[in-house]
């Protein structure tokens, strides 16, 4: 008969986007009094890094444990979005269950739809918990149906179909087993209980040779990498000699000098570890996710695990601008090359690629979002670079070059469907379904290129007057689509002198488009200082003081006001790039700027394009 360790449960927390699920990771760490009485928390504990605090979104995989009536209930808290897909599947084969956390009001969203398809892959038990039920628009009853239509949807077999449901306030720390939110109980029991329940206990097989696979890295300056993953089978304890068993078929062995547990936000040191239990490993240096840990006369390697496959590319480039060096601390090729080799150390997701230059890398991610996430930090350590317009990764399939297709799900209100059809017919978006959600809201579901997708939030900001919410997915590598698709329609105002932005000089060129820069700002020549109503690039002079006179004017105490200029986010910056101009990022400034800085090289060198073309 099988023996299972009944004191232990693991689950992962899966939600769309800001659908609650780190809110509710807090609830059942106090709760479940992990924490001293007298012990501050900070709100979303788990979201330890600055940009995830700020954003409110989790960008790496988060482990912790909590003890609930004897029995320890291991929780990872998995980021909600598609460009961190990587991360959510590899922690779902750490798992025996997962909670999937539904917003009452939004429903299943893309992402629900994306982390619940991996969950079903790996054979999961799914507990549904929907979240914020104390909402005035709450529809928990429909939420649960909408869930249950996503499930046949995707193929889940009878016993997957048959989840339980729990309902809950994250917020308010309450939850019960009735969509009446009066009925709410004043703690989570109700959600600890459903979880000891249903989500099975893990085998226990300590008396066989041992198993352990790396789902997630993490790196220390004192012990180097570090693995951190599940014991699948037998036991591992501190000054055992193993085996490494690598991706390369090789074999390495090394002595595990550390172990670590989890216990609420703390890694607390062990002797050794048994089946089931997640840890972290110190001792080797080389290891990589998918590697199974084994005893050296044992050999005998888990099945790897599928790390999802960069879709976008960027050239980092050290920064040679005029105003180079002024406000970064790093700056120099090795500096900029060191620290993005040692990104790679944590992030299995990320390549970087030489180029014939020593001072450019090729560097390529899942999406927008997991690359300007990188030039954040990067930035705010005190680096200075230069980035390129993303962008798609093109991949040739049995002979045929095919691009990433993105999934697209937008809800606007009814006025803003036509717009957004023509704007994403534009860029060879196909439309799978359009639903009436009522309320004078509409949902549409396309199919879009993801390079139709480089920059088109700001556009489909402006064309749904901020009302719209746009989510996409990475669905599939399609043929390419021919022809030019998105890309920016309008040109840019271009600087031709070196010096300081004059209210006078932004004065005489401000009907020309949208200016990116406030009065006093330091700007050189060739640096974007605006966007052109029209489809050409322009060279303007925004440095220019006005002339002095003599004369006293009728005018003279009119006070000079020029529009209010717009100021680019980095997301922003990077979405109006061009294919011949240069992000400069630096930890003081955003700068856009063309490539060739010298306005007579550029318009040299558009002629040759131009005649090249012709012939």
């Known amino acids: 008969m099988t023996k299972l360790r009944q004191d232990l449960r693991n689950i992962a927390i899966i939600a769309h986007v800001d659908h609650g699920k780190t809110t509710l990771v807090d609830q059942l760490l106090k709760q479940s009094g992990t924490f001293r009485t007298n012990e501050h928390v900070e709100e979303r504990a788990m979201d330890s890094g600055d940009i995830e605090r700020e954003r409110g979104i989790t960008i790496l995989a988060k482990n912790t444990a909590v003890n609930y009536n004897g029995t320890r209930i291991n929780i990872l808290d998995t980021p909600g979005h598609a460009d961190f897909g990587g991360e959510v599947e590899r922690i779902l084969k750490m798992v025996d269950g997962v909670c999937l956390v539904v917003d009452s009001y939004e429903g299943c969203m893309p992402q629900t739809r994306f982390v619940l398809k991996k969950a079903l892959e790996q054979q999961l038990k799914v507990i549904v918990v929907v979240n914020k039920v104390d909402k005035d628009a709450a529809r928990p009853v429909e939420v649960v149906d909408e869930v249950l239509d996503l499930l046949i949807e995707l193929g889940a077999d009878e016993d997957q179909l048959d989840f339980p449901v729990v309902y809950a306030s994250g917020v308010n ?320 105002l271009v600087s031709m002198e070196t010096g300081k932005a004059t209210t006078y000089g932004m004065m005489q060129v401000e009907d020309r488009g949208t200016l990116f820069v406030e009065p006093g700002t330091e700007i050189y020549e060739g640096m974007i200082v605006g966007e052109n109503t029209r489809d050409n690039d322009i060279t303007v002079n925004i440095t220019k003081m006005k002339q002095k006179t003599n004369i006293r004017s009728a005018t003279k105490d009119a006070t000079n006001v020029i529009k209010k200029p717009k100021i680019m986010t980095l997301e922003e910056a990077l979405e109006f790039l061009n294919d011949d101009e240069y992000l400069e990022v630096t930890p003081v400034s955003i700068r856009l700027r063309k490539q060739i800085l010298d306005k007579n090289e550029r318009e040299k060198l558009a002629k040759k394009k131009k005649l090249a073309e012709q012939q």
């Open 173 to 492: 720390g309450t939850a019960s087993l009735d969509p009446d939110p009066s009925t709410q109980q004043e703690n989570m029991a109700v959600l600890f209980e459903s979880i000891i329940e249903n989500v099975p206990a893990p085998v226990d097989t300590r008396d066989e040779p041992l198993q352990f696979q790396v789902a997630l890295l993490d790196y220390n300056d004192f012990v180097g990498r570090i693995g951190i993953g599940r014991v699948f089978r037998g036991t591992i304890h501190v000054g055992q000699q193993v085996a490494l068993m690598k991706l390369d078929g090789s074999v390495k062995q090394f002595r595990v000098t550390k172990l670590f547990g989890f216990f609420g936000l703390k890694r607390e040191e062990i002797q050794e570890a048994y089946p089931g239990d997640l840890i972290a490993v110190s001792g080797m240096e080389e290891i990589n996710v998918g590697e199974t840990v084994c005893p050296i006369d044992h050999q005998e390697a888990l099945p790897p695990l599928r790390i999802d496959e960069p879709t976008l590319q960027m050239t980092f480039l050290v920064n040679n601008s005029p105003f180079a060096g002024r406000e970064g601390k790093w700056i120099t090729s090795r500096k900029v090359e060191e620290r993005l080799r040692s990104q790679l150390q944590t992030d299995v997701s990320l390549r970087v690629e030489d180029t014939d230059s020593p001072d450019a890398w090729v560097v390529s991610g899942r999406g927008e979002l997991h690359l300007s996430i990188l030039i954040e930090n990067m930035r705010r350590e005190g680096y200075e670079l230069q980035v390129s317009k993303p962008q798609v990764i093109i991949k040739e399939i049995d002979g045929v070059k095919c691009e990433p297709i993105e999934r697209v799900q937008i809800d606007v209100p009814e006025d803003s469907v036509g717009s957004i059809i023509e704007s994403l017919g534009n860029r060879k978006g196909e439309m799978l379904d359009m639903v009436n959600e009522g309320n004078g809201q509409v949902r549409l579901i396309f199919m879009v290129p993801a390079r139709g997708l480089i920059g088109y939030t700001t556009e489909f900001m402006s064309l749904t007057k901020g009302f719209g919410i746009i989510n996409h997915t990475f669905d599939s590598y399609q043929p390419v689509v021919p022809g030019r698709v998105g890309g920016r329609h309008q040109g840019a």
